[in-house]
């Protein structure tokens, strides 16, 4: 009995001095520290494998997925193809042509068609979309943006038309990874511009991609309402999509103008010591005075009486007008640009243009709610399907938000964006890790810096 207690109390004194003896001989000894050194390398080696394999697996998903979209892509462009020339042998094509074809490039020769004719018997055979080849050896078929927007539909269209035509060549080239097509000015103008057109234009060009851009001028031409019809590559529709853009209150953007450059001048006067140099800028002066002053006495309303009451100077006519034109020309780029995006990186996984460019556009605080969360969506929609891997989606959205803080430093949308960046940076590690850090420590140093 006595060696059965012994025992029983040997057991229990291991049980409570081991670990203490374990724990000297780990901390305590050279060779345990030697052990528990080696120990701690090993379990380092298998973690970086660890973390090493699951970017290897994250990368051949994201290889495999391209591939697939590359036949993919192949497989739609063939469709595309089929369907043209299905298209183009229709019984009553010549009717069609003549009486409801929208556009004055003839339809049997479309600017983005190679129509392969058979040599003995001088017939077409078939026909083949043009293509470009991508920085990551994918066939690029252009998108063909279309304009609506005739040059004797407002004032200020031939502008419009002018400078958007400017924006999609300087950033959106027919050749290049971006590529657009422009066909604007192609509207024949004894064609009218509604639903029955759009529908003659979706039947000739069923299968490309095309975005055709209808603004239509209300309440005798102080609104723009923007809709957008569409449809994607080698998509098998119907009848073509259509989907209202918004609207922009011409009126109320050129007097927020009007007050922006009366107020420019008036302070340039002050600086100066020169008298205001009219009644108008004096009255206007006055009224931009009521509306600046934070009291909330005014409602939202009531401010836009007051702006409708200014008067537009002889002295600031010309910088008014020219200023309004860029603005809503800029408005007009700036949607051209994001269905422009949103096709190249859904289709190809080609990173938007738009985001690099948007701290240029510094007069259009009232798009950038839609304009992020846009880019938001689809840059979540191809992470999620694997058309872009996480370095890329990070990359957009920190382009995009350092991008809008130098233009806008006190913007909410900014803020929120690189919100929705720390959350996406929070599944990285290692090099990926620590270059978004630092990517997001500078657009901070850039509101400091504005600030100053």
Partial sequence: MGAIVSLLLGGMIGRVAGPIAQDYFENETKIGRRIMSRKEERDIRKEERNLEQKLKISEAEHQRRISEMRIQNEARRKDAESLYFRACTDANMRTFLRDCWPLRNPFDSPLAIEPIY??????????????????????????????????????????????????????????GEHAVVSEIGAWREDIPVNDASINYLFKGMKGQPVMVFVPEFQHNGNVVRFKIWSWGLGESLTYPVGFDFGWLDLTGLYNRLLASENRKLANTLKKVDLPPSSEAIKKNEKIISLLSEKSGKLSNNEKEYLL?????????????????????????????????????LMEYGTKPMLPTLISAYRDIPFMLPYLT??????????????IISLKDALDIELTLAGNLRLAYPNSEESSELIDHIRMLNGNTEGDLHKATILRLREINNIQKQLRQ
């Fill in 308 to 344: 409708s009451m200014l008067d537009t100077p002889f002295e600031i006519n010309v910088a008014v007008r020219k200023r309004f034109t860029q603005v809503v020309s800029e408005v007009f780029s700036i949607v051209a640009a994001m269905y422009s995006d949103g096709y190249h």
């Fill in 373 to 386: 969360s846009f880019y938001q969506t689809i840059t979540n929609s191809a992470l999620s399907k694997a």
């Fill in 118 to 175: 058979q040599e003995t018997s001088q017939m077409l055979e078939g026909c083949k979309l043009k293509t470009i080849i991508s920085p990551n050896k994918m066939e690029i078929v252009p998108l063909r943006f279309i304009s609506a927007l005739k040059d004797n539909a407002h004032p200020e269209a031939a502008s419009i038309n002018c400078e958007l035509s400017m924006f999609l060549v300087n950033n959106y080239s027919s050749n």
